[in-house]
Nanobody
Framework: QVQLVESGGGLVQAGGSLRLSCATS????????MGWLRQAPGKEREFIAG????????LYANSVKGRFTISRDYAKNMLYLQMNSLAEDDTAVYYC????????????????????WGQGTQVTVSS
C-alpha cells in the first residue's frame, strides 16, 4: 500500500520560498508518476506539478511555471516541491499524490489520474 506523508508547509511572506517534502514508501517513486496538487479555501483541488517515474519529464501548471520546481530523490524515497516567489494566491493545502496506474506515463497528469494522496500540508502566504 502506498504511503505518502507531506511536510514543510508553514507561514511565509509574499516573495519568500518554501520547500515541501513528501516521504514515500517502498518503490513508489520508481513505480508511479508523482504529482503535487493544492486546494485553496473554497476552490477546487488543482494540479500544479508532476514528474515521470522513469524520466525527468515534468509538467507544471501555468500558475506556478517558472516559480515552482518538482524533484525527487530515489535513494531517500522523497518527493520535493521547491516554491519560490510565493504569492498570496499560493495559499492552500498542498498534497503529494501518485498516479492511479503503476509503471505508466502519458505526460498528461490529469487531476483524475491521481489515485493515492497524502494528508496534506498547509502553506499560508501573507502580504
Amino acid at each position: 500500500q502506498v504511503q505518502l506523508v507531506e511536510s514543510g508547509g508553514g507561514l511565509v511572506q509574499a516573495g519568500g520560498s518554501l520547500r515541501l517534502s513528501c516521504a514515500t514508501s517502498g518503490r513508489t517513486l520508481s513505480s508511479y508518476d508523482m504529482g503535487w496538487l493544492r486546494q485553496a479555501p473554497g476552490k477546487e483541488r488543482e494540479f500544479i506539478a508532476g514528474i515521470s517515474y522513469i524520466s525527468t519529464d515534468t509538467l507544471y501548471a501555468n500558475s506556478v511555471k517558472g516559480r515552482f520546481t518538482i524533484s525527487r530523490d530515489y535513494a531517500k524515497n522523497m518527493l520535493y516541491l521547491q516554491m519560490n516567489s510565493l504569492a498570496e494566491d499560493d495559499t492552500a493545502v498542498y498534497y503529494c499524490a501518485t498516479h492511479r496506474r503503476p509503471n505508466y506515463h502519458d505526460g498528461r497528469f490529469l487531476l483524475s489520474d491521481f489515485g493515492s494522496w497524502g494528508q496534506g500540508t498547509q502553506v499560508t502566504v501573507s502580504s
